[in-house]
Each structure stands twice: as C-alpha cells, then as structure tokens.
C-alpha cells in the first residue's frame, strides 16, 4: 500500500486548496446569510461559486471514468477532505454533494440509455438536483428489507404508494427527481422484494410534506431534508432502474462510495476543528494562564490529532481496496470507517466546542452545525448498530467450524 500523493493527485489538491482560500471561505459568512434568506433554494451565490469551480477544472472529481474525473478513490480521499472543511459550500459547488453524488453513480451503473439521458446528463452539468428516497418513518429502516412503500405494477405502469421522510435535498426547488425504492413483490426472498423507480418531481400524486430538522437545523442550504408523501403515483415501467428485485443489491453498490465520501469529508471537518480549537486557546487566557497552557485543553489537542491521523489511514486504507479489490472486498473496511468516522470527529468536535465556550454552540463559528452533521452521519448510510452487527459477524465467522 502506497498512500503518497501522485501527480494528478497533486494538481487538483493545488488548484483546490486555492479554490478554497480565494473563492470557499471568504464566501462562508455571505453564503450561510443568503441561505437563510433564501428558503429552500440555494443560496444565489452558489451558481457562480460553481462556474468558478467548473473554470478551474474542480467538477465531478467524485466520479471514475470518462463522465467524471476520472480518479481513483484513492486519488480523490484528499480532494474530499479539502471539501469537508467547509461542507455546505465546497462540495456543491464543485457538483460533488451528497445524494447526487450517490445517484449518478447508481445511473451510470443501472441506469437505462434513457435515464442516463433525461437525468444523469443535466445532473452532471449541475443543471439540476435530486433526491434519494428510501429511509420510511412507519418501519425501522435500519433494516433495509423493512421498507413498506408499495411498488405495484399496472400494465404498463407502476403505481407507487408510501411515505418516506429525511429524504435529503428534496425541498429544493432545483429537485426534479426521485429515486424511490419499495417493495414489488412481498413474496419473494426477503433481498429480492425491492425496486427502485424513477419519480420526476411534477408527478401527480407526489407531495413534498415538510422539511425535517436535525438538531434543530433546516440544513436549506443543502435543500433540506423532506417528508414526501407518495398516493398513487403512477410512471411508466421504463422508469424502474435495472431489473425488478433488484433494488436492495442496488442500494449496496450505491452505498458503498458513499458512506466513504462521507468519511473523507469528515477528516476535514475535524481538521477545521483542531485548527480553531488552537487559535482559541492561544487567544484566550482563564485562571492566570493562557488555555493552551492548560493541561487538559494539550490533551484534547493532542488525542485529536492521534485520532485524525488514525482514521485518515483507515480511510486511505479502505480507498485502496475499493480501488484494488472492488467494493466487496473492501467490505470490512467501508463497515470500519463507517463506524470510526463520525464517532471521531463528533469526539474532536466536542472538544473544540468546549474549547471555545458558549461561542462554540453559537452561530458565530461554524462547529454547531458541523457537530450536527457529524452526529447525524451516525444514522445516514446505515446506524452504527447494523455496521457493528454485520462487522462482528464476519469476524466471528472466521472462526466457525
């Protein structure tokens, strides 16, 4: 395992630590005040932080291949931490956020000629928005195979009818499609009773609820995270992506590029953490001394960096796999960060918020609302629990007769 940075990788680390100095964080205060008075649109600065972005060659890195970049996991672990340090903003203006990411991959891969067409294609130029629609409030979601929303074949159509909710990004007007997974046959063996169809926005029979907080945060400038409501929708059969019964394998291949995307992000949340932790502490003095002099803030410093350097190798790690031995091989792996990465970095986060007072949970810095994020990715991708579960499994299965 080499983890060096090559050429390329080094070129677009260069041109994106510079994206960032001259375009991400000076816009970070006038960004988050037009998010809040923007609604559920983004904030109206975002297209040009995005043209700047598309200029400089920094779009798509998420994506091997010709459609995107054409990186390796490997190569694009850096590029992601980079954008992890300021995640509402540099990861949509360089068209690599969460859930678009998740579902280009799944329409390249699965995707029809058609579907890659109508929607992969202007998801590609960022011309619009989607949304993935799985997690269900009336079942525990953890388990996959638990999903109720019927998916039900008419003639030459499907009728869709359930309700799901935390489906992020679908309170921006820029959505304009679903990718819903349900149940087409509840008979079946229990991984193969799902589909997954594709539901345009416009659809009669699709309601857009509410916006769901987390932790009391609307996260607006991301669109959200919605309650939708689905009562006899109805679309032609050659929406259903792949093969019926094959959603659940689906949604793993999805998953999988994910929940990595995710940790990498989180590396630079945590790195951003450190950073203010340490300017705080050497700006601010309590019982005679300077906080940093403070044995107790030293070792909260110092325990964050042990654990960033540890993730970020278990993260390198698991890129390499993807890369050299497929998603499945690397199974354990993706389980392991998925498990590490946000208990972590919720750690440093918590540590640099007590660092700097009732500022810390304050608007006034960004480590609330990157706590948030961070806590919340306890539960996106899978809980800890069923990570846990299927890890332990594996392990013990090694040792089976």
Same mark, same amino acid.
């Given at each position: 395992?080499?983890?060096?940075?090559?050429?390329?990788?080094?070129?677009?680390?260069?041109?994106?630590?510079?994206?960032?100095?001259?375009?991400?964080?000076?816009?970070?205060?006038?960004?988050?005040?037009?998010?809040?008075?923007?609604?559920?649109?983004?904030?109206?600065?975002?297209?040009?932080?995005?043209?700047?972005?598309?200029?400089?060659?920094?779009?798509?890195?998420?994506?091997?291949?010709?459609?995107?970049? @054409?990186?390796?996991?490997?190569?694009?672990?850096?590029?992601?931490?980079?954008?992890?340090?300021?995640?509402?903003?540099?990861?949509?203006?360089?068209?690599?956020?969460?859930?678009?990411?998740?579902?280009?991959?799944?329409?390249?891969?699965?995707?029809?000629?058609?579907?890659?067409?109508?929607?992969?294609?202007?998801?590609?130029?960022?011309?619009?928005?989607?949304?993935?629609?799985?997690?269900?409030?009336?079942?525990?979601?953890?388990?996959?195979?638990?999903?109720?929303?019927?998916?039900?074949?008419?003639?030459?159509?499907?009728?869709?009818?359930?309700?799901?909710?935390?489906?992020?990004?679908?309170?921006?007007?820029?959505?304009?499609?679903?990718?819903?997974?349900?149940?087409?046959?509840?008979?079946?063996?229990?991984?193969?009773?799902?589909?997954?169809?594709?539901?345009?926005?416009?659809?009669? @029979?699709?309601?857009?609820?509410?916006?769901?907080?987390?932790?009391?945060?609307?996260?607006?400038?991301?669109?959200?995270?919605?309650?939708?409501?689905?009562?006899?929708?109805?679309?032609?059969?050659?929406?259903?992506?792949?093969?019926?019964?094959?959603?659940?394998?689906?949604?793993?291949?999805?998953?999988?590029?994910?929940?990595?995307?995710?940790?990498?992000?989180?590396? @630079?949340?945590?790195?951003?953490?450190?950073?203010?932790?340490?300017?705080?502490?050497?700006?601010?003095?309590?019982?005679?001394?300077?906080?940093?002099?403070? @044995?107790?803030?030293?070792?909260?410093?110092?325990?964050?960096?042990?654990?960033?350097?540890?993730?970020?190798?278990?993260?390198?790690?698991?890129?390499?796999?993807?890369?050299?031995?497929?998603?499945?091989?690397?199974?354990?792996?993706?389980?392991?960060?998925?498990?590490?990465?946000?208990?972590?970095?919720?750690?440093?986060?918590?540590?640099?918020?007590?660092?700097?007072?009732?500022?810390?949970?304050?608007?006034?810095?960004?480590?609330?609302?990157?706590?948030?994020?961070?806590?919340?990715?306890?539960?996106?991708?899978?809980?800890?629990?069923?990570?846990?579960?299927?890890?332990?499994?594996?392990?013990?299965?090694?040792?089976?007769?």
């Amino acid at each position: 395992m080499d983890f060096g940075f090559d050429a390329t990788t080094n070129r677009y680390r260069e041109r994106l630590l510079e994206f960032m100095d001259e375009c991400v964080y000076p816009a970070e205060h006038a960004f988050h005040e037009q998010a809040a008075g923007s609604g559920w649109s983004p904030p109206p600065m975002l297209e040009d932080l995005k043209a700047e972005a598309r200029s400089r060659g920094l779009w798509n890195l998420f994506l091997p291949g010709e459609r995107g970049a @054409g990186l390796t996991n490997l190569q694009y672990a850096p590029l992601a931490e980079i954008m992890g340090r300021s995640p509402a903003i540099a990861p949509p203006a360089t068209n690599c956020a969460a859930p678009d990411t998740g579902n280009m991959e799944l329409l390249a891969e699965f995707g029809s000629e058609w579907q890659r067409k109508e929607y992969l294609e202007p998801l590609l130029a960022g011309e619009i928005r989607s949304a993935f629609a799985m997690t269900e409030p009336d079942v525990a979601s953890s388990d996959a195979t638990n999903i109720a929303t019927s998916i039900r074949r008419d003639g030459g159509e499907y009728v869709v009818n359930g309700r799901k909710w935390f489906i992020t990004g679908a309170m921006n007007p820029g959505c304009r499609v679903f990718i819903v997974m349900g149940k087409t046959d509840p008979e079946a063996p229990k991984h193969r009773q799902q589909s997954m169809v594709l539901v345009p926005r416009e659809t009669p @029979g699709l309601t857009v609820r509410r916006g769901m907080t987390v932790f009391g945060y609307d996260d607006a400038d991301h669109g959200g995270h919605a309650e939708v409501v689905f009562e006899d929708v109805r679309v032609p059969v050659d929406n259903l992506i792949g093969e019926e019964g094959g959603g659940f394998a689906i949604a793993q291949a999805r998953l999988g590029p994910g929940r990595i995307h995710h940790c990498m992000r989180l590396i @630079g949340m945590a790195e951003r953490a450190v950073e203010l932790m340490c300017r705080r502490v050497l700006t601010r003095e309590a019982f005679g001394r300077p906080l940093a002099q403070q @044995g107790v803030i030293q070792d909260w410093i110092a325990e964050s960096r042990v654990r960033i350097e540890q993730l970020r190798l278990l993260v390198l790690k698991t890129a390499w796999l993807m890369d050299t031995a497929g998603n499945k091989g690397a199974h354990t792996e993706i389980q392991a960060i998925k498990i590490a990465g946000p208990a972590t970095v919720e750690w440093i986060l918590d540590k640099a918020i007590q660092a700097h007072g009732a500022g810390g949970i304050s608007q006034d810095f960004p480590l609330a609302a990157l706590w948030a994020g961070a806590r919340s990715l306890r539960f996106a991708d899978g809980p800890d629990e069923v990570h846990k579960r299927s890890l332990a499994y594996r392990e013990l299965k090694k040792h089976m007769g």
